[in-house]
């Protein structure tokens, strides 16, 4: 069993920067997705980045293109998620998922076995 805590959201004015992070309890797989998700109110979760390590493909949502870099430190147990030029619409709760089945599962939220309590971020205009 993997336990994921999320941690780094807040509040922030558009324009801002905030990072994310999400520590691993363990973790014994060669390979694996790490990714980060949201889900605002009245809203449908959705797949924000996320990365396989076997390769570092990542993927991102075409809304944060260019914004957020999703990151994996070297021990592989602790994902990153540096955002910058927050917006209003960047509000949501985050969350962190882990262990989709391989990399063309990498926005597939359904696949991901292990999730984290979530991590609100709060963007002003």
């Known amino acids: 069993q993997v336990q994921l805590v999320e941690s780094g959201g807040g509040s922030v004015q558009t324009g801002g920067s905030l990072r994310l992070v999400c520590q691993a309890s363990t973790y014994t797989y060669s390979d694996y997705c790490m990714g980060w998700f949201r889900q605002a109110p009245g809203k449908e979760r959705e797949t924000v980045a996320s990365?396989?390590?076997?390769?570092?493909?990542?993927y991102y949502a075409d809304s944060v293109k260019g914004r957020f870099t999703i990151s994996l430190d070297n021990a592989k147990v602790t994902l990153y998620l540096q955002m910058n030029n927050l917006r209003p619409e960047d509000t949501a709760m985050y969350y962190c998922a882990a262990n989709c089945p391989g990399p063309e599962y990498l926005q597939k939220q359904e696949t991901y076995h292990y999730w984290g309590q979530g991590t609100q971020v709060t963007v002003s205009s």
């Open positions: 990365i396989y390590t076997g390769g570092d493909i990542t």
